[in-house]
Every structure is written in C-alpha cells, then in structure tokens.
C-alpha cells in the first residue's frame, strides 16, 4: 500500500486507508509462517534425525563430508525459519497497526455522518449553520474545517468559533487526518523492513548473513512493539507467564519465537523445550551480533557462544543427557543457563550457581559447564531422572588478582544475583511436570554466598529442598537454620587445602591483610592470615563447614596443598565438581541431588 518514493506515505488519502484489506496482509502473512514452519521440521529432521543417524551407524571420509553437508543445510533451513518468521511477523503488525487506524478513522466518518457533516476527499470537514446570532438570532453559519495530524503540536489560538458545529467538525477533520498520518508511518517504517528482508545469493550462511538477520530482527522487533513485545509478562510470576504461554494460539507462539526469542528464551516459567528453541535461535543472533564487533569483551563472548554452539550441535555421548539452552545474552559479563536433562520433566533438579571470577567466556564454556554435565550422569545412577543446571544469570564478581584481591567481599553481586537465581528456581517448579520434584541448589566459591542470599529472602528458594556449599567464603548468615530448609537439608563441602574456605573473618583481616597484600595468597597461608585462629567466622558470616554454623558437612578430597612441587596453587578450590579428582565430592552432591542425602560419606564439622 505504499503511497510513493517522497515524503511518508505522502500520497496516503483517507478513502484509500478504508479500503485496505488487512486481510489479505494477515494470509501473505500466514504464507510466510507455513514457509518457516517447514524449515523449522526441515531443520529438526536433519539435526535430530539424519545427523545422528549417520553419526551412530557411519564411518569414514564419504560420512564426514556428508556430515558437514547436512550441518550446512540445517544451517540454511534455520536461516529460512528466522528470516521468514520475521516477514510474518512484519506483515501482521503492520496489519494491526492499519486496522487499529481504520477504526479511527471510521468512528470519525461516522460521527460525520450522524452529523450530517461532509468528509471531502482530502480529509475537510464541511459543517452546516447552527446556534443563534447575537444580534439578528438567526443560525450562524457553517464552514469548513480542516484537519491537524498532530493538534497538540498546534498552539491553541484562544479564539473560539461562535458556531458549535465548529468545534465537532474541527474534531473529526483532526481524527482523520491522524489516522491517515499515522497508517502513512506505518506503511513507510514497514516498507523499509521489508525490503531489508531479503537473503544473500548462494547456499552458504556465513557470519556475515547471521550479522544481517540480527540486524533484521532488531528493526522488526522495534517496529512491532505495540503488536507483540508489550503484551510480554515481564512483571509477572513465573507460574502466571507459564498460563500466558499456555493461552497463546500457536501462530502466536511461533511469531514471538520468530521476533522475540530472547526475551521468550529467558522469561522464567516457560517451557524449557520453548526455552531451548527460543535460545539456540537467539544464540546464532548474538553470534551475527557480535562478529561485527573487534572489541575485547566482544571477541571474549563471541568465543564462548561458539563453544556453546559446537556443544549444542554434537550428539551427546554414552550415558550424557541432552543438552537444553535456558538463557543467553551478551549484558553484563554475559549470561547462559545450560540445563543437561529436561529440567521440566526429571524428578530431581539441581541447580549449581558460579561464583568469583565468572563471566561468559570460554573457559566458562567448556569448564563450567561440563560440572553440571559430571554432575546430571552421576545423578542420573542414583534411581529417577535428573537434571542438572549451570547457572550463570548474573554478574559474579571479577578479580583480575583472584583472591589477592578482597573486592569479593562486597555482597552487593550476592543480593542482585539472589534475587535473579530465586525468579529462575521459581520458574524451575512452575514449569516442572512433577507434582513434587525435588530440587537442589549449589553454590560454589562466591556462588554460595550467591544462593544464601537467595535464600534468605522470605520463604527461602522457591521449591529447594536441598541446599549444598562446596569452596565457600560464608553464605551471608551465621547458621544454616537462617537458609529456609532447614539445618539437616544444608550441606557442606570444604576441602583441607582450600583456602578459600578459611578466608579471615573481618576481625582477623586486620592481622592476614599485610601478610596478604606483601605476599599474596601463599604468605597470608604460611603466616597465619588464612588460618582458622579459633574463630568460626569468615568473611560472609559464619563459616559454613564449622560446627557452630549447624550444616552436614559431607566428605570431599583433600585437593592439592597450597604451596608444593615449588610452586602455589589454589586448585583445591575448584576441584570439587571433576568425578577424577575429587570422587568424593561429586558423589556426595550427585545424591544429595537425587534426593538420597541419607547415603552420603560425612565429615566432621570443624
């Protein structure tokens, strides 16, 4: 419907609005979305089926470039659903921005027409004469009025026409010249779009083409704010934006995971299979995003998403659970939540919460993610399905000197990340099938002062039954009867030679800062500044492997010492969750998180 190559929808007149057929908009529209919705099957068929198809039963040169041939098709088939996704949803906004102006403009038409008034064909409205003269009495006479696209741009004359069918002409004149201005804008912003949609010749989707789908996405998504995004419940609970999901039709579905997959794909109390589309989808945005970029915090990113991806795109090994992507995003130090198991249908969720240090890079990536993966194969041996999640929703704090540096003892990163970790647990239960799952959080290093914060809030975390430490510095309380579980739900780990777990209290720093800051981690040991003096208490409240604190400490491997083979070492501190190096441990939490805490090796508190 544009009207021309000059000014907005310039040649837009208010007859030609009335007799645009939205309908005709709303099926070129549904095309679209059938187009997207076969890709979408024909991309799931080749990475579901035909990709590990070949891969389990298949060996050899011919397979391998076959193999690459399909991984390069599915690329394609992905590329179509994004692409024609975003031309569905255009289309019907701009359907819906046109129809929400042709009501305007026919309750001016009839206000006219009830009136008597005449609407010209370039939006004036002719009134008759009414009302009285002051000097002769007859009725005043009629005239015309012309319309405003804008009145309150216009500063009001403080004259006021003696004929009232001035004012109601006035009003209707204005009505219409607002809708055609405003469906004008409409027509040329979406013109543009759709001219913006269109794919690079050849088969190949590159970097560079993923780039301008971000970029498409972007305009689509600003221009269609009033059709979709604001009916988004952001401000709602979990369980309410679950019934939201529920009550959508299904081209619904499709189009905000089409033009809004990462708010979809990070909106807690959604389906985690929703989830996981909306944000394998997102991930390939973010990924074209970030390409165009040569900054360091970028690339850092952009490394760590590919890791994600290369994960995201292998068949899983023997015994491993699948892998479901809950959350990603690039704000802040970056954000992925990885869950390996369906965390909406096993019977037992862990949740692990990183802490120091840890941003969306790629040792995140491969690292902290595979401690989840440890974590959900042992669960899994331990009876009812498990699902284990790498949490990383928030920004942990950063230490370029690791724990030279004391500026981990602000806990304003704890209480912002507590208060994101409780939405996504409370997400978790809503969205969990089972009618009494149970659910575990675990907190490491910094994440655990993370998750007490969590759960201190009233009503503790939304459906933990369990809560685990492993490295910690304190949680932020002085007993485990302050965590909302209860101090026989709370368990401990904390390794001989972790210093971490026997950072000073802040009474002691006074004496191990100097021995910290002249010789670093290893001197502040040696010396005393990390020992225990006697005193339970650690930077974050009480420590929590300490008798006074009340939790069940449960047995752990000892790590490597702080000082031997000539050199310093802190790896007892992120030893707790590698089934090689510390059994122990990993066994310990694997039941804790299926929900068999009653067997695990326990230690004497300190």
């Known amino acids: 419907m544009s009207g021309g190559s000059g000014a907005a929808g310039s040649a837009l007149t208010w007859a030609a609005l009335r007799e645009v057929k939205c309908a005709e908009l709303e099926d070129a529209a549904d095309g679209w979305g059938r187009v997207s919705n076969r890709a979408d099957a024909a991309r799931d068929r080749v990475e579901g089926q035909l990709l590990p198809g070949l891969h389990d039963t298949q060996k050899g040169e011919a397979v391998g470039a076959a193999v ?12 179509i659903y994004t692409e024609c996704g975003l031309l569905r949803t255009t289309l019907n906004s701009l359907a819906h921005e046109i129809k929400a102006q042709q009501r305007v403009l026919q309750g001016a038409l009839d206000d006219a027409a009830a009136l008597r008034f005449t609407v010209h064909a370039d939006g004036s409205v002719t009134y008759p004469a009414a009302g009285e003269g002051l000097v002769d009495g007859k009725p005043l006479a009629g005239g015309t009025a012309s319309g405003v696209p804008n009145p309150g741009m216009v500063t009001p004359s403080g004259l006021v026409a003696p004929n009232p069918n001035a004012g109601k002409a006035q009003d209707i004149a204005d009505r219409v010249a607002q809708a055609v201005r405003t469906a004008a804008d409409a027509d040329w912003r979406y013109t543009r779009i759709l001219r913006a949609l269109k794919a690079q010749e050849g088969l190949g989707v590159p970097a560079a083409t993923w780039k301008d789908a971000a970029d498409d996405a972007a305009a689509v998504r600003q221009a269609a704010g009033s059709y979709l995004r604001n009916a988004i419940p952001h401000d709602a609970s979990p369980a309410e934006r679950k019934a939201w999901w529920a009550g959508l039709t299904d081209e619904q579905r499709e189009e905000y995971l089409a033009v809004y997959p990462d708010r979809i794909g990070n909106l807690d109390g959604i389906p985690a299979l929703v989830r996981d589309a909306a944000n394998r989808d997102n991930l390939q945005l973010l990924m074209g995003k970030l390409e165009g970029r040569d900054d360091e915090d970028s690339a850092t990113k952009l490394a760590a998403l590919r890791e994600i991806d290369r994960q995201l795109r292998a068949v899983p090994g023997a015994g491993e659970p699948p892998m479901y992507l809950l959350g990603i995003g690039d704000q802040g130090n970056g954000r992925a939540i990885v869950s390996y198991g369906n965390p909406d249908t096993a019977r037992n969720v862990a949740a692990y919460v990183p802490g120091l240090n840890t941003s969306l890079d790629e040792e995140f990536a491969k690292n902290d993610l595979k401690r989840a993966l440890d974590l959900s194969i042992v669960s899994n041996r331990h009876g009812d399905p498990a699902a284990a999640i790498t949490w990383l929703g928030y920004d942990a704090p950063q230490s370029p000197d690791g724990f030279r540096s004391l500026s981990v003892a602000a806990g304003g990163r704890a209480e912002d ?38 759960a201190q809030h009233p009503g503790g975390i939304p459906g933990v039954d369990d809560i685990v430490f492993v490295g910690s510095p304190g949680v932020g309380v002085d007993s485990a009867d302050e965590l909302g579980v209860g101090r026989g739900h709370v368990f401990v780990g904390a390794a001989a030679n972790d ?39 650690v930077w974050f409240g009480k420590d929590p492997a300490s008798e006074a604190f009340g939790a069940q400490r449960f047995e752990v491997g000892d790590g490597p010492p702080l000082v031997g083979e000539g050199r310093v070492t802190i790896d007892a ?33 300190r």
């Not at 009474?507 to 005193?535: I, Q, T």
């Open 499 to 537: 210093v971490v777990t026997k950072l000073p209290s802040k009474g002691e720093f006074a004496v191990g800062a100097a021995e910290m800051l002249v010789g670093g981690p290893a001197a502040a040991y040696v010396f005393g500044g990390f020992a225990d003096r006697g005193d339970d208490d």
């Open 417 to 454: 990340g507590g208060l994101a970790f409780r939405e996504f647990m409370s997400g978790i239960e809503a969205a969990n099938g089972n009618q009494d799952p149970h659910m575990t959080a675990i907190g490491h290093s910094y994440g655990s002062r993370t998750v007490g914060s969590a």
């Open 573 to 605: 501190h992120s030893e707790y969750f590698d089934p090689e190096l510390d059994r122990a441990s990993v066994e310990n939490m694997a039941l804790i998180a299926a929900g068999r805490a009653n067997r695990i090796q326990r230690e004497e508190p």
């Open 68 to 79: 690459g041939r399909l991984r390069r098709l599915g690329a394609n088939f992905q590329y």
